[in-house]
């Protein structure tokens, strides 16, 4: 058999099982965060996971089927191995990047949740704090000055 086709067949098993396990994986684990993000809203965060998941299998798997043609022919088992340890090694980098990616923007998102909650006051100003008036930034209430 060719080894380029050996090298072919090990790529798809590997990318496609890495991809398969990190999405179940951050699917699992990130519905919690994304729940937070969306205020506790489970049947918005479910979707919004799901949506997230079948996304990240579209990319990624994607990007193995483009990236599967070698540049050149496999000759050895040194070859072999050289081959399949830069391809399986950019798709980690991928899926890495398309991780940090979707975290990023969740705590974007987060963060602007969370502030919006905490910028509004507890209890609305009820008068001033001075005893004699507004202060003395405001201009007087009688006539013009020196007069």
Do not use: C
């Not at 969306?38 to 990007?63: C, I, Q, R, S, T």
């Not at 990236?67 to 022919?73: G, H, P, Q, R």
């Not at 100003?125 to 000055?145: E, K, L």
């Amino acid at each position: 058999m060719d080894l380029t086709v050996v090298a072919y067949a090990v790529y798809l098993l590997i990318s496609v099982g890495l991809t398969v396990w990190v999405a179940r994986t951050l699917s699992r684990n990130g519905r919690i965060f994304i729940a937070d993000v969306l205020h506790g809203d489970e049947k918005l965060a479910d979707a919004v996971n799901h949506l997230l998941v079948v996304g990240f299998y579209l990319v990624n798997l994607g990007f193995v089927a483009l990236y599967l043609k070698a540049a050149e022919a496999v000759e050895n088992a040194r070859g072999l191995f050289e081959a399949l340890s830069v391809k399986i090694g950019v798709v980690l980098l991928v899926l890495g990047v398309m991780h940090l990616g979707n975290v990023w923007v969740l705590n974007k998102i987060r963060r602007r949740g969370v502030m919006d909650r905490e910028q509004v006051p507890p209890v609305g100003p009820q008068g001033w704090t001075n005893q004699a008036g507004p202060g003395p930034w405001t201009a007087p209430a009688s006539g013009p000055a020196g007069a």
